[in-house]
Every structure is written in C-alpha cells, then in structure tokens.
C-alpha cells in the first residue's frame, strides 16, 4: 500500500508518474533532494530532457545547487514575504547562502546585491586560506626533510588546482 511507503519511495514515485504524463506545467516541490546521490543526478537529468523540451517547470527547493543549476528565473520567499523575483538566479543564490551564516535578509535589491557580493568575498576568502593552509603544510614537510611526503603533498596540490599539469 501506498501508505506504508517511505517519503523518499513516495517522491520516486510521483516524479516517475510525472515525468509519464507529459505535463504542460510541472511542479517540484523539493522532489529532486531525496534519495541517495545517483537517483537525484538521473532525476536532475531528467528534469533538464523534460525543461529542454519546452515544458514549464516550478522547482521548490532549498538546494542552491539544484537552482542554480536548473533555473533560469528566482522566486525567494521569507515566510510568504517575497523577498525578490527575477531572472538573476546566481546573485540571489549567493545572498541566500550569505543570509544562510548571517540571518540577515535583504529587504532590496540593493540588500541583495550587497549580500550577494559580502558571499562572494567570503567564498574567495576561504579559498585563499585553504590554499595557504595547503602551502603551509607543504612548507613544513620540505623542512621536515621528507621528501617522498612532500612530492606526494605537492602533486596533491595539484591535483586540485591544476590537474591538467599532470596529464
């Protein structure tokens, strides 16, 4: 019986019938976060074969990614308060996740703007101290003498930041 299915098993399932029916209009509503990682890549592409054909698509969703990745208009809401509609999806993805770590919500689009870009310097900074972290530690095994450690902490390096060096 249909009751006794689990949530995620539910969500297979209406997905499944949805993408059947060849909908107009289709409506997700957080349907493509559920299950384990190869059932949202093959639902994810498939949302993307049924968008790309012409079909209308509402996505409900708190993964940033999955908006980022799949849509091309935003509709931000706070407590059925819209906070911004428009086709600007990466701004208002990166506001959200800024007002994700510090509550803070935009009332404008200039709040927005200023979220967005407060993300954005955040994101850059925690980039350039991971990589000074990585050069520090690569720092202290070549002073350490070891230096098989400090070829393998090298090539890991690179393998993150400039994998095509090594082909």
């Known amino acids: 019986p249909f009751k006794q ?24 509503d957080e349907v493509l976060s559920v299950g384990d990682g190869a059932f949202r890549k093959k639902s994810g592409d498939k949302m993307k074969q049924i968008l790309s054909g012409g079909v209308t698509g509402i996505l409900v969703s708190h993964s940033v990614d999955q908006v980022r990745e ?13 906070i911004y509609f428009g086709d600007d999806t990466e701004t208002v993805c990166n506001a959200y996740e800024e007002f994700l770590i510090t509550k803070e919500l935009p009332r404008d689009a200039q709040g927005i703007q200023r979220l ?50 090594l082909k």
């Open 70 to 82: 799949m849509c091309n208009k935003i509709l931000w809401l706070d407590h059925g308060e819209q």
């Open 5 to 28: 299915l689990s949530s995620g098993m539910k969500s297979r399932l209406a997905f499944s019938i949805a993408c059947l029916v060849n909908p107009d209009i289709l409506i997700l």
């Open 116 to 165: 967005s870009k407060a993300f954005v310097r955040r994101k850059a900074e925690e980039q350039r101290r991971r990589q000074m972290s990585e050069a520090q530690k690569l720092q202290s095994i070549l002073e350490s003498g070891n230096s098989d450690a400090a070829v393998e902490a090298a090539l890991s390096i690179l393998r993150k930041r400039k994998p095509e060096l």
